[in-house]
C-alpha cells in the first residue's frame, strides 16, 4: 500500500469530521424509518397497509391520515377506507382542540372538536357493523371515545371487543392507557395494572412493554424506577427478538428517554445507538416544545460529547447545532 497523499488525508478529515457531526443529525419524520410507509405516502395508496401485520397496519393508516392532503371517502363496506376517514376526522378534531388540558380549551373549540368526533363516531360504526374484527377500526374508536368524554365503561368495552381479536394490539393498548390515567377518568393503580398485566403477557421481544415506560412518563416520576425500566426493555428493546417494525423507533425513544431519566447512562447510550438519527415527536413532547432539542441533549449526554464536562457544555453543544446541517454539507460535498 502506498503512503497516504494529501487529498486521501483530506477526504479521511472529510469523513472523521461527517461521522462526528452525523451525531448532531436529528430525523422526526414518522414516515423516515419505515420504507413501506414512504412508499405508502409517495404513491398515495393507503391500501398497501393492508398488506402489512395488524399492528403496522394501524399506524401506517393513521399515519397516512395525518399526512394525506384529501379526505378518504368512507365506506362502511371498505374497513380500510373508513379507517383512514376516521382517523382523518379524529386529527382534524384534535388540531382544533389542541393537546392542552380541558381549562385551555375555549368552549368554541370543544363544539368544533366534538363535531368531527361525533363524525368519525358515525364512520366507524357503520364500518364496525359490517367488519367487527377490523383492529384499526376499533383503535380509532378509542380515540373518539375519549374525546367525546364516553367514559371508561365505554372504553374497556371497546377494547374487550379489540382483543378478542387481538390481545396484544400495542396502538389499541396505548390509547387505553390514555384513557385509564386520571386526567381522562382513571386512575394510577388502574393505570398501572393494566401496563404490567399488557407487558407480561405480550411475547418475548415484542413492543408492549413500553407500555410500562409510558405510564411512568404520563406520571412524571422516575425515581426507584432503575429495576423496572430494565425488566421492560429485558422484554423488549434488549431482547433478541425485538423487532424493527412500524413503530419500533417510538419505542426506543421512550426507553432512551427512561433510562436517561433514571441515570442509566450506559442503556441510554444503547438506545441511542440502536436509533441513529431517528427521534419521534412522543415521548420527546413531554420534555419540551423544541423536540429535537430535547432529544439532541438527551443524546449528548449520553455519549457524553461534551467530554464530562458541566451540563453547560452540553447546553452549548445543543445551541450550536442548527449550524450542523450547513456545516455537514460542506464536509461531505
Not at 486521501?8 to 419505515?34: F, I, K, N
Not at 381549562?103 to 363544539?111: E, G, I, K, L, N
Not at 426507584?224 to 425500566?229: F, K, M, T, V, Y
Request: hydrophobic share 45%; charged share 20%.
Amino acid at each position: 500500500m502506498g503512503r497516504p497523499t494529501g487529498t486521501d488525508t483530506l477526504r479521511g478529515d472529510h469523513l472523521c469530521s461527517a461521522l462526528v457531526l452525523d451525531s448532531l443529525a436529528v430525523r422526526l419524520s414518522p414516515s423516515a424509518p419505515y420504507p413501506e410507509a414512504r412508499a405508502l405516502l409517495r404513491d398515495s395508496d393507503f391500501r398497501a397497509a393492508d398488506a402489512a401485520d395488524p399492528q403496522a397496519r394501524t399506524r401506517l393508516l393513521r399515519l397516512y391520515a395525518a399526512q394525506a392532503k384529501q379526505p378518504v371517502p368512507a365506506d362502511p363496506a371498505d374497513p380500510t377506507a373508513s379507517a383512514v376517514r376516521a382517523f382523518q376526522l379524529i386529527e382534524q378534531g384534535w388540531n382544533v382542540r389542541g393537546g392542552g388540558r380541558a381549562r385551555t380549551v375555549t368552549a368554541r373549540q370543544f363544539r368544533v372538536f366534538h363535531r368531527y368526533l361525533a363524525e368519525a363516531e358515525r364512520v366507524l360504526h357503520a364500518a364496525l357493523t359490517r367488519t367487527p374484527h377490523d383492529l384499526a377500526l376499533w383503535t380509532a374508536s378509542l380515540l373518539t371515545v375519549r374525546g367525546l368524554e364516553m367514559g371508561l365503561d365505554h372504553a374497556r368495552y371497546r377494547y374487550a371487543c379489540l382483543s378478542a381479536f387481538d390481545p396484544h394490539h400495542l396502538p389499541a393498548q396505548s390509547q387505553l392507557l390514555q384513557q385509564l390515567c386520571p386526567k381522562w377518568s382513571g386512575s394510577w393503580p388502574e393505570a398501572e395494572a393494566f401496563v404490567r398485566a399488557a407487558m407480561r403477557a405480550a411475547p418475548e421481544g415484542a413492543h408492549n412493554a413500553v407500555l410500562l415506560v409510558d405510564y411512568y412518563l404520563e406520571k412524571a416520576d422516575f425515581r426507584g424506577l432503575r429495576a423496572d425500566i430494565e425488566e421492560a426493555a429485558g422484554r423488549s428493546v434488549c431482547h433478541p427478538a425485538f423487532a424493527r417494525t412500524v413503530g419500533w423507533v417510538q419505542v426506543v425513544n421512550s426507553f432512551a428517554l427512561a433510562f436517561s431519566k433514571v441515570g442509566d447512562r450506559a442503556n441510554a447510550r444503547r438506545m441511542f445507538t440502536m436509533l441513529g438519527p431517528y427521534a419521534s415527536e412522543y415521548p420527546w413532547s413531554t420534555q419540551s416544545a423544541e423536540v429535537t432539542a430535547a432529544f439532541r441533549q438527551a443524546r449528548m449526554r449520553a455519549f457524553g460529547l461534551s467530554g464530562g464536562l458541566p451540563g453547560i457544555a452540553d447546553l452549548l453543544l445543543v445551541a450550536a447545532a442548527p449550524a450542523v446541517g450547513v456545516v455537514r454539507r460542506y464536509v461531505t460535498r
